[in-house]
């Protein structure tokens, strides 16, 4: 097992059709919602740690298509503060795997600076074990000067705290009167994001055919593509995320479409919702 794989070998096919892909725009910016982990397990008919074993094995996978693609950042939904109410042995046993790949990410230092690969554990680190705390700070400290691809890993994390987190650190910024008030704004609280400076999602890709964001990325999904897999995390396929990102550079051409509109001739809110859906028929009848 290993964070960076080289041995994936692409077929003729993803190879055309990834070349085609990148004759357009790609999502700078992917975040994962890596679900379905416990179902994949069930299925196999294993310990649920080995369904969480099997998506790290994806992670990898999916790391490494994403290089290919040109995608430069990746957030991953790794670990919810709501997945401390499932029960204990669950969660020791994410916490052991947690430690073993935190230690493996670790002796592959020199692997990581090759390819020039930055790790960034994002969430709220004082609910997790002391020890852990430990190795992210090491496993952060070893890659903080790569820069060619960068990969967030949300653990202990929920957006809601995060926005908080953001919040409560802009207060204090005001306290310590660093920052007037009337100086308060969207790039200020931006700037106190776990992810920033890397805060914009282009695109995110969940997998299970769960249709909701379960507490991820929200603000810095606010203009983002969404894209619904019906396949569990550990199943994902490279077609998979080219159809992703397929659907990111359709819609992102609607999008461009509608907001060169409403820039020519200012709307209210209703004529905008309609001049949108007017848009989405258009490119659909164009499509059918």
């Known amino acids: 097992m290993t964070w960076i794989k080289e041995e994936y070998k692409f077929s003729l096919v993803e190879r055309l059709f990834s070349s085609i892909l990148r004759a357009g725009r790609i999502p700078k910016h992917v975040a994962f919602i890596m679900d379905g982990n416990r179902r994949f397990a069930r299925q196999k008919n294993v310990e649920k740690i080995k369904g969480h074993m099997s998506g790290f094995e994806k992670l990898s996978e999916t ?3 994403c290089r290919h693609l040109g995608i430069t950042t990746v957030t991953v939904y790794a670990f919810s503060i709501e997945n401390f109410k499932r029960d204990k042995e669950e969660v020791d046993a994410l916490f052991k795997l947690f430690r073993e790949k935190m230690k493996l990410l670790i002796e592959e230092e020199q ?11 994002i969430g709220n680190q004082t609910y997790l074990p002391e020890d852990i705390q ?3 700070k090491t496993a952060t400290k070893i890659t903080e000067n790569n820069e060619k691809f960068t990969l967030n890993v949300a653990f202990s994390y929920t957006s809601r705290e995060e926005i908080t987190q953001a919040v409560q650190k802009t207060v204090e910024d005001v306290k310590a009167k660093d920052v007037r008030i009337e100086a308060i704004d969207e790039k200020l609280i931006e700037s106190h ?24 990325l929200l603000w810095q999904a606010s ?7 019906e396949v569990l995390w550990p199943e994902l396929s490279f077609c998979h995320l080219l159809l992703a990102v397929f659907h990111y550079q359709r819609n ?21 919702e309609k001049r949108f859906a007017d848009v989405v028929d258009e490119l659909n009848s164009n499509v059918d």
């Open 134 to 136: 430990e190795l992210i």
């Open 111 to 121: 692997k990581l600076k090759q390819h020039s690969v930055k790790i960034r554990i």
């Open 252 to 272: 992102q051409f609607l999008l461009e479409k509608f907001h060169s509109k409403v820039e020519r001739e200012p709307l209210t809110l209703m004529e905008s």
């Open 193 to 216: 994001l776990y992810t920033a400076p890397d805060n914009k999602v282009d695109l995110i890709l969940r997998t299970s055919g769960e249709c909701r964001l379960s507490d991820f």
């Open 223 to 229: 203009s983002s593509i969404t894209y619904f897999a």
């Open 63 to 65: 790391l490494q298509w």
